[in-house]
């Protein structure tokens, strides 16, 4: 049972254009969401994340949003870059400790 | 900060034998380590939590005589996979909770290939 939920295996994108990854969750007790950032062979990187009290958090050219009702997150980033290729990962958890991951987008942000 | 480190990068063992990787937190204390596999194109699957001096919370179908975790101290936790098979070769991630101001967020740890023959 996947909990967490990346429905896009990849994305393609334009430099300086708005990247957005989606992410939907089942679990209704989760209350703390983060995305992350990976490179092949290599740990993920925090990004962002968002506690289940706000809508949104802002970060340079990251925003993370919670549509707690649709149980569905988005990462958008703008503008994307080049540098941004690579594969996010959303994540969820409950109280903070266990992170369930999606299965992850791969972003490909091209000239 | 908030750098975790693996070591080692990578290993290749034959088919029965152990192999040990650490997960150190560099430049704070880990309350709490946590041990990741990815599997190719797969998401990353938690294996098992720890906190330094106690026993390890394994996740449900992690065998924990298989892939035995060591908490030591706060900045160093060890997995040992013990009488690895093929079926064990995979990415092993290991993440550290702790960090001045960053609350639970985990920081992980470049990751570990392990390649069993």
């Known amino acids: 049972d996947q909990q967490v939920k990346q429905n896009s295996p990849s994305l393609s994108v334009q430099e300086g254009r708005i990247s957005i990854l989606n992410c939907d969750y089942t679990?209704?007790?989760?209350?703390?969401f983060l995305w992350y950032k990976k490179y092949p062979a290599e740990g993920p990187t925090f990004l962002i994340s968002?506690?289940?009290?706000?809508d949104k958090n802002e970060d340079g050219r990251f925003t993370v949003f919670l549509n707690k009702s649709a149980k569905h997150l988005s990462l958008h980033i703008v503008p994307s870059q080049p540098g941004d290729s690579a594969v996010y990962f959303c994540?969820?958890?409950?109280?903070?400790?266990?992170?369930?991951f999606g299965t992850g987008t791969r972003l490909q942000v091209f000239p | 900060g908030a750098v975790v480190s693996q070591h080692p990068s990578w290993v290749i063992c034959k088919s029965g034998t152990s192999v040990k990787i650490e997960c150190r937190s560099l430049?704070?204390?880990?309350?709490?380590m946590f041990w990741y596999r990815q599997f190719p194109k797969q998401s990353l699957m938690l294996m098992a939590t720890?906190?330094?001096?106690?026993?390890?919370?394994?996740e449900q179908g992690v065998e924990k005589d298989k892939f035995l975790i060591n908490h030591a101290s706060l900045t160093l936790s060890t997995l040992t996979v013990t009488s690895a098979h093929p079926e064990d070769s995979s990415f092993y991630i290991c993440?550290?909770?702790?960090?001045?101001?960053?609350?639970?967020?985990?920081?992980f740890g470049p990751g570990t290939r392990l390649t069993v023959l």
């Open positions: 993440s550290a909770t702790g960090a001045s101001g960053s609350g639970d967020t985990q920081y």
């Open positions: 679990n209704s007790m989760f209350d703390y």
């Open positions: 968002i506690s289940s009290i706000k």
């Open positions: 994540a969820a958890s409950e109280g903070a400790v266990k992170l369930i």
């Open positions: 430049d704070f204390q880990a309350t709490t």
């Open positions: 720890s906190n330094e001096g106690s026993k390890a919370t394994y």
